[in-house]
């Protein structure tokens, strides 16, 4: 057999990968890959002991259908696999429910030896499918479905949620009707090598479903809601996932955890409260002299739920779930050498774990003399996609008592913005050009 695939998978540490095809449900097969060597997953996550890139077989009595393949390295693997228990004839459709490319890696090469197959892709999948075949893309038959479409198989049907942002935009769920089995992708899977398989089989992987929860799906809570919603009204008995454990056992428990997961925590303490987070660093206690002004005139009108935390000890991590639910965001830094303080980036970058569209962003600081720091957190906030409605507050050296108003009066403008009655703002030219 040939195959475009780079020489070998990630390479083996403790353990090898194995193992053969394995029957997960009457007439449904894994004929996925196991990467037990590897140890990050798309550049940023930790995957201590490897993942697996699931991929099934589904036959029918008119017709077999492979739902989605393994990464490009394990192509090999996979068709060995794949012709343990189908023929490439016999195959008429190709489901893809993710295009990233640890799911499709094998498609070109499987296309080649079963180019007469039907694929079936998402709306937004189609436009990543002919960006991956390139000009061999109309050679082959493809069909854009959504949520309700189907496919039959003769004696099995083949059902269709489109779910996008389950990870990338182009994602989406099939579900195997008469076997109440969900095939997710991405979603409800976790980076988790185990040849066993099964959640009832291959131990506690609890950290992994959480810590995958929280890089992969977390940004996009959002659509994972959207997903459950039309998850959960389903008979399920069964979850197959594109990385981990096939969830056999309790498969309905995992998609209430997900939903628990996605449920704001703090909503019953704040009530309809608007919440604005005031972070801050100072070196010479004038950007912490601002940052108590802002929150005192963010304070004043009692309609904003205001916090004040200073990043002095340099540890973010406990605060990404606050900001997660909070609804405005203002960070103070002083310009040092040019640049916004080291402490507030880590803090800015460990956004990306979350859904920051449309939060309110703030930013405000003291400095000495070039003062930049302020511009460039405003331009972070905006590349999350935060609204900036205020333009950011500097203050030369120490404030004087009228700039210690006016950094108060920001705060009101603040609170104003979150409370939904943004205040008209005057427009002091005199104090501009003082600066
Ligand atoms: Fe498993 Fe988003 O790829």
Sequence with gaps: MTSNAPASPTADRARPASGGPQEVADRVTWIGALDPGLRNFDVILKTANGTTYNSYVVRGSAGVAVIDTVKQAFTADFLAKLEAVARYDEITTLVLNHLEPDHTGAVPEFLRRAPHVHIYVSPRGVQVLRALLKDEFDRYQVTVVETGDTVSLGDRTLRFLTTPYVHWPDTQCTYLQEQNLLFTCDLLGCHYCDDRLFNDKVGDFRFSFEYYFDHIMRPFKRYVAQALDLIEPLEIDMIAPGHGPVLRAH???????????????LASETGAQKT??????????????????????????GDVCVSLFDLQDGDVTPLIDLIEEADGLAFGTPTINGDAVRTVWDLLSSLVDIETKGKLGAAFGSYGWTGEAVGMVEARMQGLKMR????????????????????????????????????????????????
């Design 251 to 265: 498969p309905q428990e995992y998609i209430r955890h997900y939903r628990r997961l996605i449920t704001k925590r």
């Design 276 to 301: 604005l987070l005031i972070f801050y660093v100072s070196a010479y206690g004038a950007t912490a002299q601002m940052a108590g002004a802002v929150y005192e005139g963010a304070a004043e009108s």
């Design 388 to 435: 900036v409605p205020e333009p950011g507050l500097r203050i030369k050296m120490h404030p004087s008592a009228p700039e210690l108003e006016e950094c108060r009066d920001f705060g009101r403008r603040l609170a104003a913005h979150l409370a939904g009655r943004p205040m008209e703002r005057e427009i002091d030219m005199s104090a501009l050009l003082a600066r």
